[in-house]
């Protein structure tokens, strides 16, 4: 009967919260006091969970190799149930997120600019623009040719909204005269191209942060390129020029280091004054038939890795490349009809 009522006692007392250390009992009219019975850790699965979601719990049988957490699970756990002065003990388990409470992992931004290559073709694809490209202001690669087009491309106001290219920006064949329809620009991340644009006299563009390689071709009214580095001082890439009306690169005083070559041909640049900071080339200084060129005239430049001269006979003396200049590892150097050159030293 003792033994039957301490059973009943034990089995009462395991099932609260809190163990006790020890129990008194009142049998026969005497207070018999009887040890409790040591705590035994409830199981993994006893585990009471929450009832709104599933657990994931890890399966391994040592409890530390840890379960790995599914992407936008939440790390909670369960409690043992413990007798006073005994450590915690918890298992940790991981639950999806409850389905009334937004996604944890915020979603990639996507851009407006569907196609890596935007071509536009004609005046009414510009004049379009938004409409067909709705919110895109960063396209990857734009092209705007004007082969072909009637009426011709005139102005780019229909892109007025751009903020960026990120990549390329070409524009060819049109009857533009000014790029400044596209001041807004401030980044174009790997080539400017103009080429082909026989009425286009001024390039705008005063806004630019960042800006790679230069490429005009063609463009026999272009004079003027003010404004180009007002808001940069390197050229990353090279700077390709070639029959061109410019006279002068005073668009270009800011810049202080071309990251590739500086190639001008079939000018009438009669130096490179205007380029007074330029003090880096990191490629190659190659100028071609330029009649009207009487001095080279980059007295501050330090580096360069080359030079190619050809066909211009006003040029006496190249003594004025060599003031500051400080890298002796010249991969080329060459001269070519040069006939007006009387002095190297």
């Given at each position: ?8 006692v ?15 009992v009142?049998?026969k009219n005497k207070?018999?006091?009887v040890?409790?019975?040591k ?5 993994k699965?006893n ?6 979601n599933?657990?994931?719990?890890a399966?391994?049988r040592?409890?530390?190799q840890?379960a ?9 756990s369960a409690?043992y149930?413990?007798?006073s ?14 389905t009334?409470?937004p996604r944890l ?15 536009l ?11 067909n490209y709705p919110?895109?202001t960063t396209?990857?690669?734009l092209v705007i040719?004007g082969a072909?087009?009637n009426?011709a491309i005139?102005?780019l106001?229909?892109?007025?909204g751009l903020?960026?290219v ?10 533009l ?10 980044y174009i991340?790997?080539?400017?191209q103009l080429?082909?644009?026989a009425l286009l006299t001024?390039?705008g ?17 272009l004079?003027s ?6 808001q940069?001082d390197?050229?990353?890439?090279s700077i390709n020029m070639?029959?061109?009306g410019l006279t002068n690169l005073e668009?270009?005083s800011?810049?202080h280091?071309i990251?590739?070559?500086?190639r001008?041909?079939?000018g009438?640049?009669?130096s490179?004054?205007s380029?007074?900071?330029l003090?880096t ?6 100028v071609y ?5 009487t ?6 430049l ?6 190619l001269?050809w066909?211009m006979?006003n040029?006496?003396s190249l ?6 200049l400080?890298n002796k590892?010249?991969t080329?150097f060459?001269?070519i009809?040069?006939n007006g ?5």
């Open positions: 009967m003792c033994k039957l009522f301490y059973c009943l034990t089995t009462l007392i395991i099932g609260q919260a809190t163990v006790a250390q020890e129990i008194k009142v049998y207070t018999v006091t040890a409790a019975p705590e035994k850790p409830i199981s699965q585990v009471k969970r929450s009832p709104q599933q657990t994931n719990v399966k391994q040592n409890i530390r840890a790995t957490p599914q992407r936008n699970f939440i790390k909670t409690k149930q413990k007798r002065g005994a450590p915690n003990r918890e298992l940790f388990t991981y639950l999806p997120p409850p009334n409470y992992v915020t979603a990639n931004k996507q851009t407006a600019c569907t196609a890596d290559t935007i071509i073709n004609s005046q009414a694809q510009i004049d379009n623009f938004s409409t919110a895109c396209p990857k690669y040719d072909g087009a009426p005139t102005n106001t229909g892109l007025a903020t960026q990120t990549n390329k920006l070409q524009i060819s064949n049109t009857s005269t000014s790029l400044s329809a596209l001041n807004s620009l401030t991340g790997d080539t400017l080429d082909h644009n001024s390039t563009l005063t806004n630019i942060t960042h800006l790679g390689a230069l490429y005009f071709v063609n463009m026999p009214a004079t390129i003010a404004g180009l580095s007002n940069t390197t050229i990353r890439g070639d029959s061109t668009g270009l800011g810049i280091c990251l590739g070559a500086l001008i041909g079939y009438h640049l009669t490179f004054s380029l007074s900071n003090n080339i990191q490629g190659s200084l190659e038939h330029d009649t009207e060129m001095s080279i005239g980059l007295h501050n330090t580096t360069c890795n080359a030079f001269f066909d006979p040029i006496t003594e004025d490349i060599s003031h500051h400080i590892d010249i080329q060459w001269m009809d040069m050159l009387t002095d190297l030293s």
